[in-house]
């Protein structure tokens, strides 16, 4: 027993002398040169903080090789399935870039996320306990991408990569390229990122009725894909005296087709649809400084504009089965204070005001059949301190929402509300390294516009039917969690997610025709429980007493990270059964310093995820990256293997039906990557902070 405990207890103290080593290899950056001292900052694979997980996708092959929805997939704790949504440890997530809500969600999240390639990415965070300065609408967690780097005094350009292909019925091809440019001046600073993703797939899709112990095919499809995706992000900063003004712009255009097969009973179908999507993202922000740097004030105003089309056509006629659009406009203007306290350590108080207005309209061969505009005021308060190795954080925020609109043939039910969302946290510290906390939050998630839309934008045939509901009403969450962390890399945590009206997925069946729609489900609770933790190898092979005396890092060891979770969605009236997740990564540091990572994430079946029952594992796959630097580390080739074993494919049964719901997609993919990051004379180059406003605990990058 004594052995175990100092076995475990070594586990974690090892990654707390790994994360503070200094190293040359790719997980270091130069902060300051002067002369022939360097101050070296270590990046982290994974780090674990209070709020938050993060996970740096920048220096990780085996996350940054293809689109950011396929990064995303392989991240411990995280569920992500087209048909199911996208969840983390038992949190329903709200996505952000940036620092900025996406407000998509559904098949166009999907979408827009596999059509931007991970190398773009710098790091994502998870924000598992948002507080109060974050939207009330944000739900169970937010999960934050984040797609920026530091500017620099010189003018900067990283270039990269990514070619891959699938090899099933056919060869079918993914590229993606990017550049990065950015620099700083006496005057302003300035950032450009521009890239295209070129992406063929196919899928595979059946639907069947199981009856009296047998088989009734409804329908059949094989689908065969091409997406296109451009993509330019733009931020400028004016410093004015002591302030900062910063400008941003972001253009995202893509441009998707698909031809499908499909046959069931009394028909066969050849269908080509083709979808097309501009979303226009722009930002001004206004930062007074003060000669107190703990004290801020900001004014943020930002518009957003997204459009989209669909239209679905048997090939070889020129009458459209289907022809849906929709347009939505978004406008925010806030404002936000924070100073410290003087009573407290590290305390300090924060307080904000937002306005924001959602316009959004939707169409079906030019005729509108939702009118919907959302409105929402909120204000928020909250104070932080710290007493001795005592942290606490507590905060309010008011919401006011007014929600209206109107269908082709009835006006929507009206949500006017006012409500007050608390949240509250309490942290331990041991030392600096190990702390235990405890959380609590309320929040509130609105129906998504594209759950609201009436009109279909997917594939249908006579047998499958897909639309919103308009009379969706809001989610209440109240969250719950306790956790210990230790050393960055390690810890446990508990938490319930307690909801009334969770939107769902529902996928019904009326005769022989299978109905895709959203609900409210009146009650749910989710629990979770996690566990992650390092394990180097040369604990077994050096032994305790030996691994004591190494001074290691992480980009130079060997080690095996685990991590495990269990999830049970109860619901009221309903047999429901949990399942685990697990995920193993492993790193090893092969001969000429080539790092070799496998990655294997398995989710066992029979669970309950809501109203469906996983009938095969909805995650089983085995990722490979070999990567090495060249040419004084300004190049980085990787070579990788998604999926090798062929093993990841979904089935589900949805609940109360005998519908069984097969899928496959051509996940198994071989490709290499290349980042190449153009040198510069500038012996004397160092970097200055990020143009961005890294304001309380959004940690995120330039682009905001």
Do not use: C
Request: cysteine-free.
């Amino acid at each position: 027993m004594k052995k175990t405990y100092l076995i475990a207890l070594f586990s974690l103290g090892s990654f707390y002398t790994l994360s503070a080593q200094i190293t040359p290899e790719k997980s270091v950056e130069k902060s300051t040169e002067l002369e022939e001292v360097a101050i070296i900052k270590t990046k982290k694979a994974i780090e674990q903080k209070a709020d938050r997980t993060i996970f740096n996708f920048a220096d990780q092959p085996s996350l940054n090789t293809g689109s950011v929805l396929e990064g995303i997939k392989k991240l411990p704790g995280l569920i992500a399935s087209d048909i199911a949504g996208m969840m983390y440890q038992g949190k329903q997530l709200d996505v952000f870039m940036d620092g900025r809500p996406l407000n998509i969600s559904s098949n166009e999240l999907n979408a827009f996320l596999e059509g931007m390639p991970a190398n773009a990415i710098e790091k994502i965070e998870i924000i598992t306990q948002p507080g109060a300065e974050f939207p009330a609408t944000s739900g169970g967690a937010i999960l934050n991408i984040i797609t920026n780097k530091n500017a620099k005094n010189y003018l900067s350009a990283t270039y990269t990569n990514s070619t891959s292909f699938t090899n099933y019925d056919d060869v079918r091809w993914r590229l993606n390229n990017s550049i990065l440019l950015n620099a700083k001046n006496k005057y302003f600073g300035w950032q450009l990122n521009l890239g295209q993703n070129y992406r063929e797939s196919a899928i595979w899709n059946s639907l069947e009725k199981q009856e009296n112990t047998g088989n009734t095919l409804l329908s059949k499809t094989e689908a065969d894909r091409v997406g296109r995706n451009n993509f330019i992000k733009s931020a400028l900063t004016f410093d004015l005296g002591k302030d900062r003004l910063l400008l941003n712009y972001d253009l995202t255009q893509n441009n998707n087709d698909s031809y499908t097969l499909g046959n069931g009973p009394g028909f066969t179908a050849n269908d080509a649809s083709v979808s097309t999507g501009l979303r226009q993202d722009a930002v001004v922000t206004y930062q007074k400084k003060f000669d107190d740097t703990a004290k801020k004030l900001e004014f943020k105003f930002n518009y957003n504009n997204n459009t989209n089309d669909f239209e679905l056509n048997p090939v070889g006629t020129s009458t459209a089965t289907l022809a849906n659009s929709s347009n939505q406009n978004l406008y925010n203007i806030k404002g936000d204070y924070s100073q410290p306290l003087k009573f407290s350590d590290e305390g300090k108080i924060s307080v904000g005001a937002l306005y924001e207005e959602l316009l959004f309209d939707a169409a079906s061969k030019g005729v509108t059949n939702l009118d919907y505009k959302r409105t929402t005021t909120a204000s928020y308060v909250e104070l932080q301190s710290k007493f001795d190795k005592l942290n606490f954080i507590l905060g309010g925020r008011a919401e006011d929402y007014n929600i209206t609109g109107k269908t082709d043939v009835a006006e929507l039910t009206a949500f006017k509300q006012f409500r007050f969302f608390p949240n509250a946290s309490a942290q331990y510290n041991f030392n600096k390294m190990i702390y235990f906390n405890v959380n609590y939050n309320k929040k509130i998630t609105l129906p998504s516009t594209s759950s609201l839309n009436p009109n279909n934008t997917n594939y249908q045939n006579p047998n499958i039917d897909y639309s919103g509901n308009p009379n969706l009403q809001p989610t209440i969450y109240n969250n719950y969690e306790v956790k210990l962390s230790a050393f960055d890399y390690a810890f446990v945590s508990y938490n319930i997610s307690s909801a009334k009206n969770q939107v769902i997925n529902r996928v019904g069946l009326e005769n022989n025709l299978v109905v895709n729609t959203n609900e409210n489900l009146p009650e749910i609770k989710i629990h979770n429980f996690s566990v992650g933790m390092p394990i180097p190898y040369m604990l077994f092979t050096k032994g305790l007493a030996e691994t004591m005396k190494m001074n290691v890092n992480p980009d130079t060891m060997n080690f095996l990270y685990v991590y495990a979770g269990y999830q049970y969605h109860q619901i009221p009236e309903v047999d429901t059964k949990g399942f685990w997740m697990f995920n193993f990564m492993s790193q090893i540091v092969l001969p000429k310093k080539i790092k070799f990572v496998a990655n294997y994430n398995y989710i066992i079946p029979k669970g309950n995820y809501f109203y469906f029952i996983a009938v095969k594992p909805f995650r089983n796959a085995l990722d490979l990256s070999f990567s090495k630097k060249f040419l004084k580390e300004q190049l980085t080739l990787s070579i990788y293997a998604d999926d090798v074993l062929n093993s990841n494919s979904n089935a589900f049964n949805s609940y109360e039906t005998p519908l069984l719901i097969n899928n496959k997609m051509d996940t198994r993919k071989f490709g290499f990557s290349l980042n190449y990051k153009i040198p510069t004379k500038n012996k004397l180059a160092k970097e200055t902070p990020s143009l961005l406003n890294n304001e309380k605990k959004e940690e995120s990058g330039l682009v905001n």
